[in-house]
């Protein structure tokens, strides 16, 4: 079975985006697919969401 959620440090990784950005459009929840586990401060994220969410950004332009 596919990996279908990754921690914000291997979605850095994965769409070569600084970490730093990453959190910090975490932190205003700013792109779908926002998990947090309860208990901890590790953010996971679902990777088919993001990747629509990143593909349609780039397809319209946006960049935030």
């Not at 730093?20 to 792109?31: H, M």
């Not at 697919?33 to 629509?52: A, H």
């Amino acid at each position: 079975m596919k990996k279908t959620t990754v921690q914000l440090k291997t979605l850095a990784d994965i769409y070569d985006i600084p970490l730093g950005s990453l959190r910090k459009l975490a932190s205003k929840r700013e792109f779908p697919g926002i998990l947090k586990r309860k208990g901890t401060r590790t953010i996971y994220v679902d990777l088919r969401k993001f990747d629509e969410w990143f593909r349609n950004a780039e397809l319209t332009g946006e960049n935030n």
